[in-house]
């Protein structure tokens, strides 16, 4: 026991000459030494542990090898600009910063991008991508629309540097020269998905009738490229752009043998972007010589149908009866009404001549004298009897409205206007009196008014020897500490007003000496700038 002591001591006094650290500052002291080292890193390794962000909008996970797992850590604003998400079991690319956890003595990294590591990842990506979309429904057939066949505006969206839009104008050209709107985007990069669904959202955003005319079909072009260089248009958001575009999509991005996600969104897929501006629009030869047949069908069909017709009418006329033969029966009981009617004719006026002639031998001229005589006697008798009721009727009437005439006079009329005439003047004598005192009172008021006038009015205070002193604005100074030096001041007095400046400042001791004040010669008038007055 003494020697295991005596073996210990010395390590006991080099514990001894030890600085003492409290944990915080250890803590610090190694977060320092490990981001001072590193800083800066990329880390290769497999995302583990990842059950979707926090709710804090944090993520935290793990990458770990074969051999060792490091903790990592996505804060909020980050996840928002990646480009890559994390997904459990992804191979990745982690650039970030090395530094420690003080809560549970650990080191982990601060990762401020993640991009996935090799081909093998990518494709891990995209075929988890393409099965999520894919459950969405946005793949499925009865979702695309048609082309349209003779499109008006064709609206490109690519790269407006590359040879893909000039092989695709030279396709337009050769084919059928149409109206072609281009929307510049990047086809390869960060940016290329932001800026390709733009310009989709953009395209159907146009109004019908604007400025800008809306396209009848969009194509997506771009050249053939590796996976990465066409792994913008595997974005998710481009995808879902593409599956809601109101216009016609074609998408021919890469070769025959590449595909992206679009491909399957779009309403059709083209091999290669000029294989894309021949479906886009029809060849015009094929159209003029289609419609050239078609011109042909249709005038050999008329002419047939013309034949037919006329083969029929024909068959027709052979088998209708002659004109002849429909009028002659007609005709012969025409001729025998005719004949009828003649006899008839004969007979009705034989007898009615033989009815006329018994008729007048019972007509006799005395009967009608007599007749004529009797009717005159009446009317005659009727006149005297009107004549007499007449007479009777009016005598009254005649009797009651000379009584009435007799009563009739102007006299009182008269009378009237006379009395109505005299009032009339006595009234214009009361109105003209009371007119007169009116403007008697207000010219006495405005009198009165006047001389209040002048008497609170400033220019009487100026005719007894006072002044009135103003700046240059027009505003009243009432105190000589309003003034400063050097101030242009108006000075207006009981015959005229005068221009001065003050040479010394109002704000002064009182029992300093006042100066006078040097004004130039009185005139009616404002002075000139040149004659202007002095203080000293």
């Known amino acids: 026991m003494v020697e295991l002591a005596r073996a210990t001591r010395p390590d006991a006094e080099r514990s001894d000459n030890l600085p003492e650290y409290s944990v915080s500052e250890l803590s610090s002291a190694i977060r320092r030494t490990l981001e001072g080292a590193y800083g800066y890193v990329r880390l290769r390794g497999e995302i583990s542990g990842f059950r ?3 709710a804090s909008g944090h993520c935290y996970f793990a990458l770990k090898d074969e051999k060792a797992k490091i903790e990592a850590v996505i804060w909020r604003t980050t996840v928002l600009g990646l480009k890559l998400k994390p997904v459990e079991g992804l191979e990745v690319i982690a650039t970030g910063r090395i530094t420690t956890y003080p809560g549970s003595s650990r080191y982990q990294i601060v990762i401020d991008t993640l991009e996935p590591a090799g081909i093998g990842a990518l494709m891990a990506l995209l075929a988890e991508r393409k099965r999520k979309l894919a459950a969405e429904g946005l793949f499925e ?16 969206i690519t790269s407006p540097t590359g040879a893909v839009i000039r092989d695709m104008l030279h396709g337009f050209n050769e084919r059928f020269p149409a109206h072609v709107v281009l929307w510049p985007v990047r086809v390869q990069g960060e940016t290329c998905a932001a800026e390709v669904t733009a310009a989709i959202r953009g395209f159907n955003a146009l109004p019908v009738t604007g400025p800008l005319p809306r396209p009848d079909v969009l194509i997506i072009a771009r050249g053939g490229g590796s996976l990465e260089d066409l792994w913008g248009f595997n974005d998710e958001m481009v995808v879902r752009a593409v599956a809601s575009s109101a216009i016609p999509i074609i998408s021919a991005v890469g070769h025959e043998t590449d595909w992206t996600l679009i491909d399957l969104a ?21 159209l003029q010589e289609q419609t050239a047949k078609f011109g042909l069908r249709l005038c050999t069909a008329a002419r047939r149908a013309l034949e037919g017709m006329r083969a029929h009418l024909r068959a027709a006329v052979r088998g209708l009866p002659r004109r002849g033969d429909l009028l002659a029966l007609p005709q012969q009981r025409f ?5 009828r009617l003649g006899r008839a004719l004969l007979a009705n006026t034989r007898a009615h001549a033989m009815q006329l002639a018994r008729s007048t031998a019972r007509l006799n001229t005395r009967l009608l004298q007599t007749r004529l005589v009797r009717t005159n006697d009446r009317l005659d008798a009727l006149g005297r009897r009107a004549a007499a009721s007449l007479a009777r009727a009016t005598g009254p009437r005649r009797a009651r409205l000379e009584r009435a005439a007799g009563r009739l006079s102007p006299q009182p009329i008269i009378e009237r206007v006379a009395r109505c005439q005299e009032r009339l003047q006595a009234l214009a004598i009361r109105a003209r009196r009371s007119m007169l005192a009116s403007v008697g009172e207000h010219r006495r008021h405005l009198d009165g008014c006047g001389k209040l006038l002048a008497s609170l009015s400033y220019h009487g205070v100026l005719q007894r020897g006072y002044a009135l002193v103003r700046d240059s604005a027009g505003r009243t100074l009432r105190a000589a500490r309003d003034i400063a030096a050097g101030q242009l001041i108006d000075i207006e007095l009981a015959d005229g007003r005068v221009d001065a400046q003050a040479l010394s400042s109002g704000a002064q001791n009182d029992s300093q000496q006042r100066l006078p004040v040097r004004l130039p010669p009185r005139s009616k008038g404002r002075t000139s700038g040149g004659n202007q007055g002095s203080l000293f």
């Open 141 to 156: 057939e009865a979702r695309k629309k048609v082309r349209p066949f003779l499109p008006r505006v064709i609206g490109i």
């Open 335 to 339: 001729d025998a009404v005719e004949r």
């Open 266 to 286: 779009a309403d059709a897929r083209a091999p290669t972007p000029t294989k894309a501006a021949e479906w886009a629009v029809p060849k015009y030869s094929e």
């Open 52 to 54: 979707g962000a926090h």
